[in-house]
């Protein structure tokens, strides 16, 4: 624990949950995009989410990540007359998703060159969050380390190949964290990798020349 789980983070807004939290899921979202801008935004909104997102502003601060900002970011304030001048679309759906925390989001977003990405998590209080899916792929992280999703086809060795890219080319990326996700046997999986640190210049795209690896998305500790 350090002093920001204490405290809380320093944002603009009421709550460190219902904004703060929001600001650091709709920047999941932007950062998946990568560096691509976003063109249209739906947000479902679920359990306290979906009751109080108006006056909390929580609406406010998940399109401010989604473009970018920070918890700290004045453009909160005025993120609906700014996205309006740049030509970004957005709506907000209260709605019910079973199972799910009551601070959930799950954030629909194109980017002006069509890239879809749909990201959900949960902001599970004092600024901290949860990412619980990316584009339908199970995820687990919080955003506090730079983390690598590795969607790719569940075949004998990938995982192997990748892991031996960072250990043979990349000796000083430790990481700390390594899941998968595999929701049917040889269908399309998602490796989830949390480093300490940034990657090495080329480590990404190393990996992406991986068989049977379809993409790399680099999630910047936010």
């Known amino acids: 624990m350090n002093v920001f ?9 009421p709550s460190s949950s219902h904004t703060a939290g929001a600001v650091r899921l709709g920047r999941v979202a932007n950062k998946v995009l990568n560096q691509e801008a976003p063109k249209e935004v739906m947000v479902e909104l679920s359990g306290s989410f979906a009751k109080t997102y108006r006056g909390h502003g929580t609406d406010r601060a998940l399109l401010a990540g989604i473009m970018g900002y920070h918890s700290y970011s004045e453009e909160i304030r005025d993120i609906f007359s700014i996205a309006d001048k740049a030509g970004i ?24 060159n069509g890239t879809p990405v749909v990201v959900q998590g949960a902001s599970i209080g004092g600024g901290n969050i949860r990412v619980d899916s990316i584009n339908g792929m199970a995820v687990d992280f919080n955003g506090e380390h730079n983390t690598i999703l590795v969607p790719h086809y569940d075949r004998p060795g990938v995982i192997a190949e990748v ?3 960072m250990w043979q080319k990349y000796k000083d ?26 990657p090495p210049e080329g480590m990404i ?8 690896v379809t993409n790399v998305f680099l999630i910047r500790s936010i």
């Open 205 to 212: 795209e190393d990996i992406r020349t991986v068989k049977n």
């Open 173 to 198: 990326v430790n990481i700390g964290n390594f899941k998968l996700s595999r929701p049917v046997k040889g269908g399309i999986a998602m490796m989830t990798i949390e480093i300490d640190g940034m």
């Open 163 to 165: 892991t031996n890219i």
């Open 5 to 13: 789980d204490i405290i809380g983070p320093i944002m603009i807004g």
């Open 89 to 112: 679309t957005y709506r907000f759906v209260p709605t019910q998703i079973p199972g799910s925390h009551p601070n959930t989001a799950r954030i629909h977003v194109k980017g002006v």
